[in-house]
């Protein structure tokens, strides 16, 4: 019987859609792209949204972190998950269920090799994938001149793939120019 990537058993076993979300040719029927950011299908579903209680860091100061909107695939258990962590980290977010992601990833600049299972878009920038809050707030911070921030795959360990036994796959938080091309932003665990 053959065996499963550790990373494929996770997805299959936390219900996430993340290889159909991140490969594929994509239209931009469902998606479109506009300045002020990430604009889904508005027929999603509706009850994804789930801005949730605002967390004790956000209710002091409204205007200190920004709106992250998220666009998941309905199945993914590992974006809820993430979406937690932000919402831990003080970020308001609003979550949309979208069942065509390429369409999604292709409309906010993502580059295919820097997929992920879920694309968030904040103050103009995206964020792909399993991306730390604190990398998030540094961005926010820092306002380079970028498309945005991307974790590839998911990486075990990093926010929303947390491992039961603490584990943490090494992996990077990557910087998308203008241009499409990438460097590191950060490195997780940090050594």
Request: with cysteine.
């Amino acid at each position: 019987m053959p065996r499963l990537p550790l990373a494929a058993a996770l997805m299959l076993l936390l219900g996430c859609n993340a290889t159909g979300s991140a490969v594929g040719a994509a239209s931009g029927a469902d998606a479109t792209s506009t300045a002020a950011g990430i604009h889904a299908n508005p027929t999603a579903d509706a009850a994804s949204r789930a801005p949730g209680p605002a967390p004790a860091a956000a209710t002091g100061d409204a205007a200190a972190l920004p709106l992250v909107t998220v666009r998941k695939h309905s199945s993914c258990g590992c974006c809820n998950v993430w979406i937690e962590h932000l919402r831990e980290a003080g970020f308001p977010v609003e979550a949309h269920d979208v069942e065509d992601m390429a369409a999604v990833k292709d409309a906010a600049g993502v580059p295919h090799a820097l997929a992920s299972c879920h694309t968030a878009e904040v103050a103009g920038y995206f964020i792909e994938g399993h991306v730390p809050a604190a990398d998030i707030a540094r961005l926010l911070r820092e306002r380079p001149a970028a498309k945005g921030l991307a974790v590839p795959g998911m990486p075990l360990g990093s926010p929303g793939m947390e491992h039961p036994q603490g584990i943490v796959q090494p992996y990077q938080v990557m910087l998308v120019d203008g241009d499409g091309g990438s460097r590191e932003f950060s490195r997780h665990p940090e050594e």
